[in-house]
């Protein structure tokens, strides 16, 4: 595996000057040997002049977060960082590479969830180049490979966790998006280490039942938010019955035997747990008896 080797590169400015003072230099040789009809002088200043002017194609810029990756002939020689104008050797080639972070957003991939639950599911990757020398050698596109091993991880991690919790159940890919995040991210990074790549970031942005049992799903929902809500609501009336009826008999403000407390609770409990304004029915034949 080719690791990075960070290189220091000439300063570009330093070398501008040096070779546009030996530019002028072998000129001047040059010149001076046609005045004097030196053969010899006119071979050795045009060939000094040819050696220049090929150290002119050795400058090169590197852009603030941007790595030149350097080679000789096919061979790794390293990466230059450090930004501004620089100068190397003009037989190498020199490929920029971007450590910018970047960030791309997946398609809507159609999954099964562990249940076997038809969803729709994307994510959004934040990520940056760390090693050059792998991002470049070690695979053939490297931006191409964050792409398909991205989705490839996010469709396992589909596999893995239901959509929502059930009985039993632990992490879900709807009620635990902090801790399905640090998963998914960790398997990207899994995936992308042998590309040099680092993934600062990885995200749900798009989670959906398909659409084909969407309606379904959606009705099994609101009956559990029902029931959820009718449990709470029972739960709370039969406290409050049981506060009325303790409340009674500590302040003796009635005595009620035990059919009278039975239908006292079956009215309280009509009252609290209808889902409409209760309107109350006297009795007025039982008043004036």
Known sequence: MI?????KATSGYLMLVVLFIAEMAMIYWFVQSVQVLSNTGIISSAIAMTLVFILWFGFFMVHPNQA?????????????????LRWANPFYTK?????????FESGKLKVNDS???????????????????EAIFEVDDY?????????SALRNLSTTYPYEPHE?????????????????REEIQDRLEEAGVNVIEARISHLAYAQEIANAMLRRQQASAIIAARTQ??????????????????????ELDEERKAAMVGNLLTV??????????????????
């Open 68 to 84: 030149r990756v350097l080679q000789l002939f096919g061979a790794y020689a390293g990466t230059v960082r450090e930004p501004g």
């Open 233 to 254: 609501i029972v739960a709370g009336a039969v406290g409050m019955v049981r506060m009325a009826l303790e409340q009674l008999d500590a302040e003796n403000i009635v």
């Open 3 to 7: 690791r990075e080797i960070e290189r």
């Open 272 to 289: 609290l747990c209808s889902e409409e304004s209760v309107r109350p029915v006297l009795n007025s034949g039982s008043l004036y008896s």
């Open 115 to 133: 249940h076997g639950s038809p969803i729709e599911i994307a994510a959004v990757v934040v990520w940056r180049v760390v090693d050059t020398a």
């Open 168 to 184: 039993g159940d632990g992490l879900a890919l709807r009620s635990n998006p902090a801790e399905i995040a640090q998963a998914l």
């Open 95 to 103: 490929k920029a590479v971007s450590t910018r972070v970047r960030n």
């Open 143 to 151: 931006e191409e490979f964050v792409t398909i091993q991205s989705e």
